[in-house]
């Protein structure tokens, strides 16, 4: 595998779980994974009663039962990855932000400027081109540029998953304006 080139702010040695501001931002909102799981879960058995009666409350209990579900579950899925993904240190790679109508991407660029993996941000619509945008040149990785990992911005405090998707392609025409330097493997107007 290519190694990525060096940066001025170099990663700790070990695994990225082991860095102190990791740690911390890994801990940051764990109340929106296990009490909206298991509050949600606990709703079923009141949302079987509240139907059996007919009540009108029973339509939100219900709500909640399913929406409370299916977030929570998401969440604790995307927390389980980005810890796996964890274990492996911070690398430092240079990068091509792509974004489309709805969704951001980071080319992962080996030392010549080809590109060793394309990932899938998994960004909340307003959170879109905090972390990484087309200004960014190069950011922190732990996990598997061929499969998914998490993202950072140097320091490893704000994180994003980041995965290969089958489904989700990113666009392949790229653009930048005739003041800005040139990305490698990329011109003003490009066919990747």
């Known amino acids: 595998m290519n ?13 990225a779980r082991q860095f102190p501001p990791t740690r911390r931002a890994l801990r940051r909102n764990w109340w929106n994974r296990w009490p909206l799981l298991l509050t ?17 409350v029973a339509v ?14 998401c969440f604790l899925w995307i927390n389980r990855r980005r810890r796996k993904a964890l274990r492996h240190p911070w690398t430092v790679w240079r990068i091509r932000y792509l974004s ?38 190069e950011i922190w ?24 998707s089958r489904i989700y392609k990113p666009p392949r025409l790229t653009f930048r304006e005739a003041g800005e330097p040139p990305v490698p493997g990329g011109g003003r107007h490009s066919k990747d």
């Open 3 to 15: 190694r990525p080139p060096a940066m001025d702010v170099p990663p700790p040695p070990g695994p």
């Open 40 to 56: 949600a879960l606990a709703t079923g058995p009141l949302t079987v009663v509240l139907i059996s009666k007919d009540s009108g």
């Open 141 to 164: 990785f732990a996990g598997d540029p061929a499969k998914y990992g998490v993202v950072s911005r140097p320091g490893g405090r704000d994180m994003r998953y980041a995965y290969v």
């Open 100 to 137: 489309g109508t709805r969704y951001e991407w980071v080319d992962l660029l080996g030392p010549h400027g080809e590109t060793v993996g394309t990932l899938l941000l998994s960004t909340w619509a307003w959170d879109r081109g905090k972390l990484v945008n087309h200004a960014t040149r």
């Open 60 to 73: 939100l209990v219900s709500q909640y039962f399913i929406f409370g579900t299916m977030f929570g579950g």
